[in-house]
């Protein structure tokens, strides 16, 4: 009997498996920064607090409000007053939590495609901002209702389903400046101050700036986002001018801030 040996050449190994692993769904991933929205201190008393501002806000035109203004209108507006101020900066620290809270690591390590991620915390803040402002107007519905009924006045409902829609838009603008500011920064304190600079100091020079050289009162609306912001608030943009104004402030201050800020984030070192 003889062995039969086989030379080396003839032996063949199976080459390893190697199993790829499913994308995570981006649904999930904006389930997930939605959650982390609501499970910190700071995130979680930010949501709250625009119930309660909005019952607040309600309660403030009851009381001290005459009987000719017991309207949707002046509802909305003091409703709307603390929404322009707090929703921005959900939209802030929905960004600079990463960093602040150093989750980044963790968060990029399980996704490392960036970009999937400040795309899912972009929807997840659009989500917040609908659902904030449908809360904002029925609590204002509400005290309209009541109002009226207290009062003994018929109730007035003046602010149209467009009027509504440009007011949402307003509010939804000022998130989408706080967040591109978060993007741009990435550090919460210094994002929330530029959010104050560009809201309430920048306005005023640009004004100054107007009224003291001729050549700028012509330009001031088409860089000045507050300028338009005040006009989708009042219903004041019914011209294709009007709109256009809009779309260059938001290409000034959000498009291509946000454009930098993600070309950055993308290659900027987490720790």
Known sequence: MTAT??????????????????????GRIVKVELRKMFNTRSGFWML???????????????????????????FATAIGFP????LPMIAILSVTSE???????????????????IGAKAFATVVVGVVSMAVAFAVGALGNL??????????VWDISVAAGAQILLGNLLGMAIGFTLGVVLRNSAAA????????????????????????????QPWIDW??????LFENDTDTASEWAMFASTTMVWIALP?????????RSEVK
């Open 5 to 26: 040996i086989a030379s080396p050449a003839t032996i063949t190994k199976a080459a390893p498996v190697r199993r790829t692993a499913d994308p995570i769904p981006m």
């Open 99 to 117: 960093w602040s809270q150093r989750s980044g690591l963790t968060t990029f390590t399980l996704i490392p495609g960036r970009g999937r991620v």
């Open 48 to 74: 709250v607090s625009i119930g309660v501002l909005s019952v607040v806000a309600t309660g403030a035109v009851l009381v001290f409000a005459p009987d000719s203004a017991i309207i949707y209108g002046n």
């Open 192 to 219: 929330i101050v530029g959010y104050f600079v560009v809201s309430f100091v920048f306005p005023g020079v640009l004004v100054l700036l107007a009224q003291v050289r001729s050549w700028f009162e012509d330009l």
């Open 83 to 86: 929404m322009s101020v707090i």
């Open 258 to 266: 946000l454009a930098i800020g993600l070309l950055f984030l993308r």
């Open 226 to 231: 507050n300028y338009t912001q005040v006009a």
């Open 146 to 155: 009541a109002g009226s009924t207290m009062r003994g006045v018929d109730a």
